[in-house]
């Protein structure tokens, strides 16, 4: 409805889009839901701050607000949506961090070193844990120390209950580091994780992107697969694609995917995906969607149609990404898939479907929303994601 409205606002010239008696822009099927809703996360982030009880070192997920400023640390044994094996792992990180001398890293500038848990499995029961450290002026000595006792607590002392594929370690002067800008540290076991979904083998590194509801995503490529309408006539852009898993599950359809991604290591682990699956008719470039797509759009010889399926995180797609896709003409279906519809994606949205502009250099035809599907990929939480079909 707040979509219709602002685009009523600018004035588009499509009756079918601002009169509909529902007082919707295009349809909405109902919610599909998740296969699985209890304990479906493949992938957790426990943050390491003072608990309830003031203990600095407690391993869990943030409850406040900063504006309240009573922002606590709480331990996730209760929440539904996380699996065991992740529980357990965090409960021992916990359990390691209150015999190590080190205190954690609460705020960068007041020193301390022990700082976020990511622990990554897939429905084999294979387990990946990511410890991110922050150095502060510790010595490489040191260091090497600290690496070698987390080990030895993983491998042989008390977490080895968690029995880890792989254990990493990283070390981080940010909030967020890539792996170009620190790169994850192998201490133990497995380089990567592997998963199956729609009879497709992904291989998983510590950063890469994978859908967090595994039996959801399968739902989800299915649901994009049906409104691409892809046939052997077409190449399938697969625009922010992580390990490639939209474009290597919808390959058969198309005559070729082209994926872009920024993550260099989930290009490459792509890649390997394609290779692994015996996918011949799939492309992967590393760089971000903003220099690689104009670039690719401008460099095409063939006058195939083009169909976008595009994935960005919560901050939306670049304006020069979304410029690209509406002044390209061979492009006449484009499917958003949206974790936040109500962020930054609305302003795409717009952006796609507005009038045309010169000023904003969006000169091609309009898009205009065809059909709203929402996929439950997060059981017990409010979000949903949200796969918007448009067309032109």
């Not at 919610?31 to 608990?51: E, H, I, L, M, Q």
């Not at 580091?177 to 510590?206: A, C, D, M, N, T």
């Not at 020069?320 to 896709?325: K, L």
């Not at 509406?326 to 994606?345: D, F, H, M, Q, W």
Request: hydrophobic letters at 35%; a negative charge.
């Amino acid at each position: 409805q707040t979509l219709t409205s602002r685009l009523r606002e600018l004035g588009t010239d499509k009756v079918e889009i601002t009169q509909r008696p529902d007082g919707l822009c295009c349809p909405l099927h109902s919610v599909v839901p998740s296969p699985v809703v209890n304990g479906y996360r493949n992938k957790s982030t426990f943050s390491v701050n003072r608990g309830p009880d003031g203990n600095p070192k407690t391993v869990g997920l943030y409850v406040g607000t900063g504006r309240g400023q009573n922002i606590v640390c709480v331990r996730a044994n209760h929440l539904e949506n996380i699996p065991e094996k992740h529980k357990q792992v965090a409960q021992c990180y916990e359990e390691f961090l209150q015999q190590s001398p080190l205190d954690p890293c609460l705020l960068f500038h007041q020193g301390g070193h022990w700082r976020e848990l990511i622990v990554r499995t897939n429905s084999s029961g294979h387990t990946m844990a990511i410890i991110t450290f922050h150095p502060q002026d510790l010595s490489q000595e040191e260091l090497c120390t600290q690496k070698a006792l987390l080990k030895d607590f993983f491998t042989c002392g008390p977490g080895a209950v968690c029995n880890l594929t792989s254990l990493y370690f990283q070390e981080s002067i940010m909030t967020r580091s890539s792996h170009q800008q620190s790169p994850y540290q192998l201490l133990y076991g497995e380089p990567y994780i592997f998963e199956e979904v729609l009879g497709l083998k992904f291989r998983i590194s510590p950063d890469a992107f994978f859908q967090i509801n595994t039996a959801g995503a399968e739902v989800l490529y299915q649901t994009v697969g049906k409104l691409s309408r892809a046939d052997k006539n077409t190449v399938l852009l697969d625009v922010c694609c992580g390990t490639g898993a939209i474009g290597l599950s919808l390959a058969h359809q198309a005559s070729k995917v082209v994926g872009i991604e920024v993550v260099e290591q989930a290009v490459e682990d792509a890649r390997w995906n394609a290779a692994f699956n015996g996918i011949s008719n799939c492309e992967f470039h590393s760089g971000k969607a903003e220099t690689v797509l104009p670039q690719f759009l401008m460099s095409r010889e063939d006058d195939q149609l083009l169909v976008a399926v595009v994935n960005p995180s919560r901050a939306g797609l670049h304006y020069r990404v979304v410029r690209a896709i509406r002044n390209c003409e061979a492009i006449r279906t484009l499917i958003y898939v949206s974790c936040k519809p109500e962020g930054e994606a609305t302003r795409n949205f717009l952006e796609f479907c507005c009038p045309s502009d010169s000023g904003k250099k969006l000169v091609g035809e309009p898009f205009a929303p065809l059909l709203a599907v929402p996929v439950d990929m997060f059981p017990q939480t409010i979000h949903c994601e949200l796969v918007m079909l448009f067309t032109r």
